[in-house]
């Protein structure tokens, strides 16, 4: 019950926001036109980010005690994520791309604090001896910066479908609760109930057809606060079930964009060129849907998701 309150006030937080978010972007005419890649039909405001961030960090500020070094790095690399997020979003506004290298800069380096106030991952347990192996400090820097980074990225790649990246957030946080609870991690729980309650505040609004969208900003924050709470509770132990629980928690985003990612490497193109090679372009193509799509796909994860729960229950 503890946690419930805390969802739902992040929920409501985000839910009653977003209207006013939305009718200010139109006001800013910071907006997201159409173009021959982008398949709504209407212009759609695009500040949705914004209301996500509000509601998490209002209930992050409410509820998480205490609010010392580690709080303070969390938001501080939160708030970077979400700014160069909101630039990105900014040149969309214009019709323009902005470059992938600074977003990858500012990314590793709100990693890079993230991690520095020992939210890291220290190594793992030997399935043989079953003592417990300390990685190397660069190790842990670059293993913890990779995968906060790399999550990040997933999900915002995700974002390419009315409500895609929202309910593969709130399925892959919804799990991450649950990892949580069954291993009396009260902290990451309640991460992961903000997180859950800030991603379904927004979907009333993100639905097809949106209303709203997230932008870079919302998708690449939800990343990087589901990669934190990977790195601060299932991570922590490290045994092969732990590790198991984030992997298949995020496997649809995860395993879909490894193999984008390994088609744009084979065929020497930039691994941030956009084009149309995630799962949900590709479903779409073959005749579904948006709705039948995002369906499709929430079905998959949480397929994936309850995978990791029984790995978790039986302990194997």
Partial sequence: MEFIVPFLFVFMIVFMSIPLLEKLAVKWNFID???ERKKHKRPVPLLGGVGIFLGFMSGYLVFVRPINKQSMAIMIASALVLLIGLLDD???????????????LVHIIAAWIVFSSGIVFYGFTN??????????????????IMWIVGVTTVINWSDGIDGLAGILSAIAGATLYVAALAKGQGDSALLSALLVGAALGFLRYNKHPARIFMGDSGANFLGFIL???????AFKQATLVSLSIPILALGVPIFDNLIVVFKRFSRGES??????????????SSGLNPKQTVAFISLMSVCFSLL?????????
Avoid: C, M
């Fill in 90 to 104: 900014w040149y969309k506004t214009l019709g323009k791309e902005f470059p992938a290298l600074p977003r990858l």
């Fill in 227 to 233: 990669a934190i709470v990977a790195l601060s509770g």
């Fill in 33 to 35: 036109k159409p173009t």
């Fill in 308 to 316: 990791s729960i029984i790995i978790l229950l039986l302990d194997i």
């Fill in 127 to 144: 399935p043989l001896t079953h003592n417990y192996i300390v990685l190397p400090y660069i190790v842990q820097l670059i293993l913890s």
């Fill in 271 to 284: 691994i941030y060129k956009a084009d149309a090679t995630q799962i949900h372009h590709r479903l779409i």
